[in-house]
């Protein structure tokens, strides 16, 4: 074990870290607005659009707190309630999505 560091003059003890990654990610995540959140917190199903020699690849796999149990996977045959993510929305307009429904 390591000794102690010095402290600095007049100031408090230093204290070991003993957070998570989950933590420091959470920390460091930057606050959203109240219309932000509103709209975060909103839902879509979705489908992948994928076609051809792709039509069998994960059209979406995204971990964030937003999306219904914290996580989206959006892969060939399935229709996924998902969070209007960044993730989401580019992946919308690039046409490797499409909300379930719509052709």
Partial sequence: MHPPLPQAAGGPPAEEDKST???????N???EGKE???AAAKTITV???LTG????RVALYER???HPNGEAFVGPGHQVEVAR???VEARLRAGI???????
Avoid: M, W
Wanted: net charge negative.
């Fill in 36 to 38: 932000e959140a509103a």
């Fill in 97 to 103: 999505l499409r909300e379930a429904g719509s052709k």
């Fill in 29 to 31: 995540s930057r606050t």
């Fill in 85 to 87: 993510t960044a993730a």
């Fill in 53 to 56: 020699t792709d039509a069998n």
């Fill in 21 to 27: 990654a989950d933590d420091h990610e959470k920390a």
């Fill in 47 to 49: 489908e992948s659009a």
């Fill in 64 to 66: 964030d707190p937003a």
